[in-house]
């Protein structure tokens, strides 16, 4: 073929290329799942030693909701939501265009306390316009009000310490909710993996009867495959850390009727969400 006929050959293929549509809009093709985002993009801010909370998020994403996540350098809870490192996960985050923003990371708010644990939200916030940001623990509250729980047992991850399970105890409490009991699994050990089993255990037999709901602590703690299991032992709601989180992000796109088999939370009426603020 000579350079003129090569021309005017790949000049009628240009203009036959199809434009303005990525796929035929009828092949008669299936399409495999994909993990595309054409619901909702969620993104995710997590201390960069933790798998968890991704992890945990996929396995109750449903279909047309995906997962991004901006790991946040971090040597303790001070440094992880000190600037310019979050801030800095904030703006890649955006760069994605999710649709919410996931802070999952509970020592965090734990150690800041609520009304500080606040104002770093407020900061994040204005660096991701239009998208909003939520926090694990603040999430968790308005869950426990969702549920009607006043009474709450608090279960935290086994490298807790003991200073950190009492953090735990005067976070909630701040948010008027009456702590009847609140333990570390154990033994204590460094961070790991927890399998659901001695995560159903432990909660099984240390949660009083007095307590109207479970909030199982931790980003890092991997709970969410125990909650259906604990719920129909203990004949009450069962919240976990990256379960509420979850749910917080779905119900600002209002897909939370989406999700089965998690738990309770997932079931309670989105238009009741907003009418808690002044509870309890």
């Known amino acids: 073929m000579d350079r003129r006929c090569f021309i005017a050959f790949t000049g009628i293929a240009a203009t036959a290329a199809p434009t303005g ?18 619901l909702a993009r969620i993104g995710i801010l997590t201390p960069d030693f933790d798998p968890v909370p991704e992890s945990e998020f996929w396995a109750m994403a449903p279909h047309g909701v995906s997962i991004h996540v901006a790991r946040v350098p971090r040597k303790g809870a001070e440094a992880y939501y000190a600037a310019p490192n979050i801030d800095e996960a904030v703006e890649q985050l955006v760069a994605v265009a999710p649709r919410v923003i996931v802070s999952a990371y509970t020592s965090s708010s734990y150690v800041l306390g609520a009304d500080a644990d606040d104002q770093l939200r407020l900061r994040l916030q204005n660096r991701a316009p239009g998208i909003p940001v ?12 969702i549920m009607n729980i006043r009474r ?18 005067d976070y909630f409490r701040s948010h ?48 969410v495959g125990a909650i259906d299991a ?5 004949h009450r709601p069962v919240l976990t850390a990256n379960q ?21 939370i997932f079931a309670a009426r989105v238009a ?9």
């Open 21 to 38: 549509r990525a796929y035929p809009s009828d092949t008669g093709v299936r399409w495999r799942p994909d993990g595309v985002g054409s």
């Open 134 to 145: 939520i926090f694990t623990c603040q999430i968790a509250s308005e869950a426990l009000r």
């Open 152 to 169: 709450v047992a608090l279960v935290h991850p086994p490298w807790f310490t003991e200073e950190m399970n009492v953090k735990g105890q």
């Open 176 to 223: 008027g909710f009456e702590v009847v009991h609140s333990s570390r699994i154990s033994p204590s050990r460094s961070f790991t993996e927890v399998s659901p089993q001695e995560v159903y255990e432990w909660a099984s037999m240390n949660v009083p009867r007095t307590a109207q709901g479970v909030f199982i602590a931790g980003n890092g703690l991997r709970a």
């Open 230 to 234: 604990l719920e129909k032992i203990l």
């Open 244 to 264: 509420v989180a979850f749910w917080g992000a779905l119900r600002n796109v209002r897909l939370t009727s989406k999700v089965a088999r998690y738990g309770k």
């Open 272 to 280: 009741e969400i907003g009418d808690s603020a002044s509870a309890p």
